[in-house]
């Protein structure tokens, strides 16, 4: 086993591992043909064999092709198109979503994440859509806002990851579980059969049901891969049961072609109107929150190493393939975070002004301003904090006996001589014989920074 003192002169990673949380040096891999280490591969570029890969691949595909086809019947619907032009748009979003996808997971220099995020056409969009196709406007002028805000979007994308200490755990761990709640009034629609009046249909609820049951009993039952790809057979099972039902119809099925390419520009060129341009910036806006939550949750999920470059990657992405979608009749595009009204009251904003609906008429975007006013009000703007405040700010103060490790978390590390954790924020050392009192301070909300526990030990030292 390596001393700390061998670790911390390589600037290695400290991992909790056992009670005495031994630093151990980055993790390499085999040595290259001149005797030197490789570096060891990250842990989102890990390399499943084809079979898994395809099945992983193909259940995803199915996940997500019900929450992408959703928003193009919504405004198919209320735009007034045909079956066919439905259709057309349908087929638009999903190829736009492939490419969005290919864009975001392989990326290209400055653009992409690189992590194994799918994207798809954002349901914080339809609210305003909605709006501007009921004020007269057709689809030309929707393209043409989602044109003009994505361009925007793409420009601040650099700006807008500085942010990242705006989004502690709290911050992204609410606006993620809002998007999961925001699915449900959509969810139990479907489930439900989509009845005359709302009512549910007891058959389409029967198979719903079954489809659900065949799911749960796969991830807890299942063993290995079958419990880890229980959605792509139960899409299977829940399809074979409705045949026995006699509510499947397949009768359509044939009548397309194979393969073909949408039209580009389908439904004309865009036209530019200033009122819906200012609605879908605001969505723009609320995608690009949801996409950093996104990407901070991939990189602590995986393992991932996400600093304030990965998600500037991640948003140009976003915003380059939502600039894209317009011209191939598709609309903003997201790192799939869905959600589109308040699920407990989502008449609450009616009587707002316009403009208001469009920003808190979202679920998602209207806790995700409320997440983030907090965690300013709670972390930022306590009176007592230090003049310059450290990237910590945000997240409770951590401090380390200089005697124990066992307060280092995972991702920390030495940086000349300096604890930082993995975002590169200051982790302070503290003396033993002041650790209690700094503690005690801390609970007492008397210190609110790293910097005040700097300044606190050095004229502890000096008196």
Not at 155 to 160: R, W
Not at 301 to 319: E, F, P
Not at 366 to 393: C, D, M, Q, R
Request: proline letters at 6%; one cysteine or more; hydrophobic letters at 50%.
């Amino acid at each position: 086993m390596r001393s700390s003192d061998d670790a911390c002169a390589e600037g290695g990673t400290f991992h909790v591992i056992d009670p005495l949380c031994v630093p151990h040096p980055r993790p390499r891999g085999p040595p290259r043909a001149d005797g030197t280490a490789a570096a060891h591969p990250r842990p989102e570029d890990e390399k499943l064999p084809l079979g898994r890969t395809t099945a992983y691949g193909f259940q995803h595909v199915l996940t997500m092709y019900g929450a992408i086809v959703a928003v193009p019947l919504i405004i198919g619907q209320a735009g007034g198109l045909s079956a066919d032009e439905t259709a057309l748009l349908i087929s638009s979003c999903l190829l736009m979503g492939g490419i969005a996808t290919f864009l975001q997971s392989f990326g290209a220099p400055y653009i992409g994440s690189k992590l194994p995020l799918v994207q798809g056409v954002s349901f914080a969009g339809v609210a305003p859509m909605l709006v501007i196709l009921a004020g007269g406007s057709d689809l030309r002028a929707v393209f043409g806002a989602v044109l003009v805000s994505s361009v925007v979007g793409f420009l601040f994308a650099g700006a807008f990851s500085r942010i990242i200490r705006f989004f502690p755990p709290v911050v992204t761990g609410t606006v993620i579980t809002v998007i999961g709640i925001s699915l449900l009034p959509v969810a139990i629609s479907w489930a439900a059969g989509g009845g005359e009046g709302g009512a549910a249909a007891p058959d389409s609820l029967l198979l719903a049901g079954i489809t659900l049951l065949i799911v749960l009993l796969l991830s807890k039952v299942g063993i290995g891969m079958i419990s880890r790809l229980s959605i792509l057979p139960s899409f299977v099972l829940g399809t074979g049961v409705a045949v026995l039902m006699g509510t499947a119809d397949s009768s359509g099925v044939g009548e397309g072609a194979l393969i073909t390419f949408p039209t580009p520009l389908a439904f004309g060129t865009p036209t530019f109107e200033v009122a819906a341009i200012v609605s879908m910036l605001i969505v723009v806006l609320v995608t690009m929150t949801e996409t950093t939550a996104d990407i901070l949750a991939v990189g602590e999920i995986t393992g991932a190493k996400v600093d304030s470059r990965r998600v500037a990657n991640g948003l140009r992405a976003d915003m380059l393939s939502s600039a894209g979608a317009p011209l191939l009749n598709s609309f903003t595009q997201t790192a799939f975070a869905l959600g589109l009204v308040p699920v407990a009251a989502p008449q609450f904003y009616a009587g707002f002004p316009a403009w208001t609906q469009t920003i808190l008429g979202s679920g998602i975007s209207a806790a995700a301003i409320v997440a983030i006013v907090l965690n300013l009000l709670f972390n930022e703007l306590t009176a007592g904090n230090a003049k310059n405040p450290s990237a910590v700010a945000a997240a409770p103060v951590r401090i380390v006996r200089a005697d124990v490790l066992a307060h280092l978390r995972d991702g920390d590390q030495l940086q000349n001589g300096t604890v930082v954790d993995r975002e590169g924020a200051e982790v302070a050392v503290v003396p033993e014989h002041h650790f209690d009192d700094v503690r005690r301070m801390i609970d007492a909300g008397e210190i609110t920074d790293t910097g005040q526990v700097q300044q606190l030990i050095l004229s502890k030292s000096s008196s």
